[in-house]
């Protein structure tokens, strides 16, 4: 009780931003942080899978908190891994070829 709910624009924030959050909480570790951060942050629609993976793909455990949450990878192989573990919209958008649209 006294709690106050979050505005619904809170849930709007970048998906980088939320895991800066996270990080400044005490809830991850910083270089779990630094990674995610560097990830969203670089890549871009239209990368191929190996540009994606050259910033993504040296994660050897991902999920300690955020979205990513008790999921535990050592590396992604294929387009198809990429998408079951990458939730981020311009991820999904990185990797999905664009005749499969």
């Known amino acids: 009780?006294?709690?106050?709910?979050?505005p619904f624009?809170?849930?709007?924030?970048?998906?980088a931003a939320?895991?800066?959050?996270?990080?400044?909480?005490?809830?991850?570790?910083?270089?779990?942080?630094?990674?995610?951060?560097a990830c969203t942050k670089n890549v871009k629609r239209g990368m191929t899978l190996s540009e994606v993976e050259r910033i993504c793909g040296k994660a050897q455990y991902l999920g300690?908190?955020?979205p990513f949450q008790g999921y535990k990878y050592t590396h992604p192989k294929t387009k198809?891994?990429?998408l079951?573990?990458?939730e981020n919209d311009i991820l999904k958008e990185a990797q999905v070829p664009s005749g499969n649209r």
Do not use: H, R, Y
């Not at 009780?1 to 979050?6: D, F, L, R, W, Y």
């Open 80 to 82: 198809q891994d990429w």
């Open 1 to 6: 009780m006294g709690e106050v709910p979050m």
């Open 9 to 15: 624009g809170i849930w709007k924030l970048s998906f």
């Open 64 to 66: 300690k908190t955020g």
């Open 18 to 37: 939320v895991l800066i959050v996270v990080g400044l909480s005490g809830c991850g570790n910083g270089s779990e942080m630094a990674f995610w951060e």
């Open 84 to 86: 079951l573990f990458f």
